[in-house]
């Protein structure tokens, strides 16, 4: 073993590939910095790699066949005693090479030890701030510390980040086509949904992670905001019937690319992409996919280029229609888009599910008194939005691949029909099975009023998991809370959601609910002379402290807005004390084709048990009893000048 390692000394070998070994790490650590400055593709770091891996068998080969003398290289055993370097400058040679490995070393050591937690992420996050000239970001978005301890945080049900998480962000769109933003953002969602198939894989929901689409934060802070270990990213080139796509996969505590590759496919292959990039992914997350898993992956996207990118333009319309567009004619442009997916892949479940939206708002904001000959202002009669909503619903119901997704679908699907047979047990099938990501679409507005305001809070809690940015999430929470009394909690929700998305409407009135809940009248009357209240808050606060000429003074305003919507005038109607007029307005609303649907969304809203008198209004009672619903529901708040709840005698609810 000496006669080698004398033989390998002798002959070089150790003194070149140290200094190989400190040469090849320098080119690294050079790359890392110049690649992304320059915006060359991720790959250069990988051919280089590649090639300096390749090189150092071939200079230890080298090294051991010929000998660098200060005359130049000769063969090994050729150069004369007087033509090789003297000892002590060869012994200085091996000085300079030990101590660059063992710098080099130790960089290594303290790069994946001291500098690897969250400790690095939030100065590279500070950093990168100053560099790309948005200050006043972190404040903005606002978050926990990663290592918080939920058994003594003041915010609630946010653990540790898991390792397994991850974000993609919006693919950056690189060409300036008509429809290049929609193809990149298709090509993300594709990615999101794949990825999501993936059971050990915490992903980002497409809102939250699209939160961040133009604008210029950095990625530990992207990170840090959504709660995720792991950020995707990437840009998209399109040139007629080809496509060129770069996408990466970075480390958020120190920034590290763990996997990077740039296609260039025709746009017929770019689904293959998608998949490539989701299973890369996961591969590179330690998750090992098997043949079933990569199927799924397969089956849950829409798997047409101008289906998902018809689904991006009918998202833009329907963002917008609940935006400041008007909202049954955006919706209508938003469904003709949603037509042409469903038209080239029938399988796919949120279309369907967007698409209902419109005949919901139809037949729920202007409530059709007119029965059979109420027609919308798109043209659409009653009746034939009855008839869209159960066949969208149906189609979501069939579509869908997730088993939880499938119930949540269902139980709408009940909610918002004749009939609610089997609605209560499938509401808590429902709750109890939904993981973080399922879409809710009414369960936590009318799980609280019926009896699931825990099983509403816990589910709410888990999907602020994946959806971190989604401002009804918590919003929902806090009025779970408030349901239960827990009026700390629905206030701490509400200042969660503020310091990540900055004050809104409704939260301020949950908040103002919560305080007049807990009786701290003061600090609800501090917090509405502060802000310029409009809607029903401005009749439930005088209304909650029996100043009865506020209240009505108060209501007669709301009353005078003619677009103001009957299940907002009914609770309003109700905690001001007249009890005739909420009754006269639950008997109209009731024989309307949704009318126990908009009773229930009333009742959530007014927090004061039952807003009406329940013989008033037989079909709500009948289909109350078809799903063994309790009734009334709890009242949170004390409403001095609300008539008392006059549930049926005997009737069990």
């Known amino acids: 073993m000496n006669n080698i390692f004398k033989e390998l000394q002798q002959r070089k070998v150790i003194r070149v590939g140290g200094a190989y070994l400190v040469a090849g790490w320098i080119v690294m650590q050079v790359l890392e910095v110049m690649v992304p400055a320059l915006h060359l593709p991720a790959s250069v770091n990988t051919i280089a790699a590649v090639i300096l891996l390749a090189g150092f068998p071939i200079a230890v080969l080298l090294s051991w066949v010929f000998e660098i003398t200060p005359e130049g290289i000769k063969l090994d055993g050729k150069a004369a005693p007087g033509e090789r370097f003297s000892a002590e400058t060869r012994k200085k040679m ?11 070393l130790v960089l290594i050591i303290a790069q994946n030890t001291f500098l690897s937690g969250d400790g690095q992420a939030e100065m590279t996050a500070e950093e990168s701030d100053a560099d790309n000239g948005i200050e006043g970001t972190r404040a903005e978005l606002a978050d926990l510390p990663a290592d918080v301890d939920l058994a003594e945080a003041p915010k609630l049900g946010l653990p540790p980040i898991p390792e397994k998480s991850v974000a993609v962000l919006p693919f950056a769109t690189r060409s300036a086509g008509t429809d290049d933003g929609y193809f990149a953002d ?8 794949a990825l999501t198939a993936v059971p050990d894989l915490l992903v980002t929901a497409r809102g939250s992670a699209f939160f961040f689409k133009g604008k210029n934060v950095a990625l530990p802070e992207v990170a840090r905001t959504l709660r995720v270990a792991h950020i995707v990213d990437g840009s998209v080139r399109r040139d007629g019937n080809r496509a060129r796509i770069t996408a990466q996969l970075v480390r958020a505590s120190d920034g590290f690319t763990l996997w990077s590759e740039t296609y260039d496919r025709k746009l017929d292959d770019v689904f293959a992409v998608q998949i490539n990039i989701a299973e890369n992914v996961a591969k590179a997350l330690g998750i090992i996919l098997d043949d079933e898993l990569r199927n799924l992956m397969l089956d849950v996207g829409i798997g047409d280029v101008d289906a998902f990118i018809a689904y991006q333009r009918g998202l833009d319309f329907y963002a917008r229609a609940h935006g400041d567009d008007p909202l049954q004619p955006t919706l209508v442009s938003a469904n003709a888009e949603f037509d042409i997916v469903v038209a080239n892949n029938s399988d796919f479940s949120q279309a369907y599910l967007r698409q209902a939206d419109l005949y919901a708002h139809i037949l729920m904001d202007k409530v059709p008194f007119q029965g059979e000959l109420f027609v919308s202002e798109v043209g659409i009669s009653a009746k034939e939005a009855l008839d869209h909503i159960g066949a969208d619903l149906d189609a979501a119901f069939h579509a869908e691949h997730d088993i939880d997704q499938k119930l949540m679908i269902q139980a709408n699907r009940i909610f918002l029909s004749p009939n609610w047979s089997g ?84 939260d301020t009135t949950l908040q103002l609910q919560a305080l007049l809940a807990a009786k701290r009248y003061d600090e609800a009357n501090m917090l509405y002379d ?32 003619e677009d103001l919507a009957v299940w907002v005038e009914l609770p309003v109607v109700a905690v001001s004390g007249d ?30 048990g039952s807003p009406f008198d329940l013989q008033k209004t037989p079909n709500f009672k009948r289909q109350l009893e078809q799903a063994d619903l309790p009734w009334p529901p709890p009242s949170p708040i004390d409403w001095p000048l609300k008539k008392p709840d006059a549930a049926l005698p005997g009737s069990g609810h």
């Open 530 to 561: 502060s802000i310029e209240p409009s809607g029903m808050i401005t009749v439930q606060v005088p209304a909650a402290q029996g100043r009865q000429e506020d209240a009505d003074t108060a209501l007669q305003k709301m009353l005078a807005d």
């Open 423 to 506: 609605l209560g047990s499938t509401m808590d099938k429902a709750l109890s099975q939904a993981h973080g990501c399922t879409s809710d679409l009414w369960m936590s507005d009318i799980g609280p009023i019926f009896g699931r305001a825990e099983e509403t809070l816990e589910w709410n809690k888990s999907r602020m998991h994946c959806d971190r940015l989604d401002a009804a999430i918590r919003t929902f929470a806090a009025f779970s809370a408030v349901m239960l009394g827990r009026h700390d909690e629905a206030l701490q929700y509400i200042q969660d959601q503020e310091d990540l998305l900055g004050p809104r409407e409704r």
């Open 186 to 193: 298709g090509l993300s969602e594709e990615i999101i949904v």
């Open 579 to 608: 009890l005739e007029e909420a009754n006269r307005l639950a008997a109209a609303i009731d024989v309307t084709p949704l009318g126990p649907a908009i009773l229930s969304a009333a009742t959530s809203l007014c927090l004061c």
């Open 94 to 104: 091996d000085y300079i090479i030990y101590g660059g490995l063992a710098v080099v």
